[in-house]
């Protein structure tokens, strides 16, 4: 770190080090559509790019560089062997949850019934149960939906242990008389599994799928306001404008965690462009300072702490404007799952997000 300014390599391996790391457990009868399920959720086709190993006879973990999500894919709940597959995950459960680091830990279940098979069959009831037991919560998964017929209902009864029973159409339906039925159900299925896998799994989780757009968002605000915390702590001491890069480590931070979240590239290039050169530690003294003051003088209020001090209550504001425009950049330019934008495109719509921000405050101080 140089005169207050973080040194970038510092800041991106600490947010991929909070990111962690959320392990999936896929399970069900052949045909159920796994892989066209994970695909259809998860960034960067990872059931057909992704690299698996066997962990078992009947399951291969399946992990993808650059996407901090691990797959537990079974080969098939198939009548003949299925004790014995539940017996095998069994004891991988146990042996992951006896690493010590809990990104080692299978942390939910999604067992897969076809909707057009109208069964819960004993394999499923048998895994849910040891999954149950094993202290993994589970959300059953009804693949291929086009018709309840009151499905749905009837696996929530039979299943009583499951966390929530969702229905998905993991790809678009179209008919010989062409009619088309939409893909449906994955962004409840990411917000269910939201809710049930531990804390410390969620930014990874966010990071890992592209379907829910309220999930990345919202773990976006969680990382801003851990920020907003941090700032202003610092600024429990008044400190003077000009030392203001005091908060600047605390803000790059703040946007390579957010980057993190929404599967962004988390690397020198990328935040190095987006928060300019001066912040990459390489500019000393003058640079740090200069580069504190073009930035804040974007955001809401910091006209009225130029030449004075930056209090408490002022950090945290200006914190807060800078990670909410950034939430609302992403919001624009990374809507798509299927292209990532490049640094030059958040940089200019993050500069117009603080600038319409200040704008917009002003004329409410006008009125």
Same mark, same amino acid.
């Given at each position: 770190m140089v005169d207050?300014i973080p040194?970038?390599? =510092?800041?991106?391996? /600490?947010?991929? !080090?909070?990111?962690? !790391?959320? $392990?999936i457990l896929v399970?069900?009868?052949?045909g159920v559509g796994?892989?066209?399920?994970i695909n259809?959720v998860?960034q960067?086709?990872?059931a057909t790019?992704?690299?698996?190993r &066997?962990v078992?006879l009947h399951?291969?973990?399946?992990t993808? =560089?650059g ?5 537990? *894919?079974?080969?098939?709940?198939e ?5 014995e597959?539940?017996? #095998?995950? =069994?004891? @991988?459960?146990? *042996?992951?949850?006896a690493?010590? $680091?809990?990104d ?6 999604w067992?897969? @019934?076809?909707e057009?098979s109208r069964?819960v /069959?004993p394999?499923e009831?048998e895994l849910?149960h040891?999954l149950?037991r094993?202290?993994? &919560?589970?959300?059953a998964?009804?693949?291929k939906?086009?018709?309840? #017929?009151?499905f749905?209902d009837?696996v929530?009864?039979l299943l +009583?242990d499951v ?8 790809l678009?339906?179209?008919f010989?008389?062409?009619?088309r ?6 962004d409840?299925?990411?917000e269910l599994t939201?809710q049930?896998?531990?804390e410390?799994?969620r $930014? ?9 757009l309220?999930q990345?968002?919202?773990r ?12 202003? +702590?610092?600024?429990l001491? %008044? ?6 890069a005091?908060?600047? %480590?605390?803000?790059v931070?703040?946007?390579? +965690? ?6 962004l590239?988390v690397?020198r290039?990328? @935040?190095?462009?987006?928060v300019?050169?001066?912040m ?12 504190v ?5 974007l955001? %809401?209020?910091a006209?009225q702490?130029?030449?004075?001090m930056v209090s ?22 990374a809507r798509? &799952?299927?292209?990532?934008?490049? %640094?030059d /495109?958040v940089? /200019?719509?993050f500069?117009a997000?603080l600038? !319409?921000?200040?704008r @917009?405050t002003?004329q409410?101080?006008?009125?």
């Amino acid at each position: 770190m140089v005169d207050g300014i973080p040194d970038l390599d =510092e800041v991106l391996a /600490e947010a991929l !080090r909070r990111l962690g !790391r959320i $392990n999936i457990l896929v399970a069900g009868k052949t045909g159920v559509g796994k892989s066209t399920l994970i695909n259809a959720v998860f960034q960067g086709e990872l059931a057909t790019t992704g690299v698996g190993r &066997p962990v078992t006879l009947h399951t291969r973990y399946i992990t993808k =560089e650059g996407v901090p999500l691990g797959i537990y *894919d079974t080969r098939g709940l198939e009548a003949a062997s299925f004790r014995e597959t539940i017996g #095998e995950l =069994e004891k @991988l459960i146990q *042996d992951r949850r006896a690493q010590q $680091n809990a990104d080692d830990h299978i942390h939910v279940g999604w067992v897969c @019934l076809v909707e057009d098979s109208r069964r819960v /069959e004993p394999a499923e009831s048998e895994l849910v149960h040891m999954l149950t037991r094993r202290e993994v &919560p589970v959300i059953a998964v009804i693949t291929k939906a086009k018709s309840d #017929e009151g499905f749905r209902d009837a696996v929530t009864d039979l299943l +009583s242990d499951v966390k929530n029973v969702v229905r998905v159409r993991a790809l678009a339906t179209v008919f010989d008389d062409g009619h088309r039925l939409e893909s449906m159900g994955l962004d409840d299925l990411i917000e269910l599994t939201d809710q049930v896998v531990p804390e410390g799994q969620r $930014n990874a989780l966010s990071a890992a799928q592209r379907v829910s757009l309220k999930q990345k968002q919202r773990r976006s605000h969680a990382a801003v306001a851990t920020a907003v915390t941090a700032a202003a +702590s610092v600024g429990l001491t %008044p400190i003077p404008f000009a030392d203001a890069a005091a908060i600047v %480590p605390i803000q790059v931070t703040m946007l390579a +965690s957010v980057s993190a979240i929404w599967g962004l590239p988390v690397n020198r290039a990328f @935040l190095g462009t987006l928060v300019g050169g001066a912040m990459a530690g390489t500019g000393g003294t003058a640079a740090g300072r200069a580069t504190v003051t073009g930035l804040l003088k974007l955001i %809401p209020g910091a006209g009225q702490v130029v030449g004075g001090m930056v209090s408490a209550a002022t950090a945290g504001v200006l914190t807060t404007a800078f990670g909410e425009a950034y939430i609302a950049t992403l919001s624009v330019v990374a809507r798509d &799952p299927q292209r990532v934008p490049t %640094p030059d /495109e958040v940089r /200019e719509e993050f500069m117009a997000q603080l600038r !319409r921000r200040k704008r @917009l405050t002003g004329q409410r101080q006008d009125q």
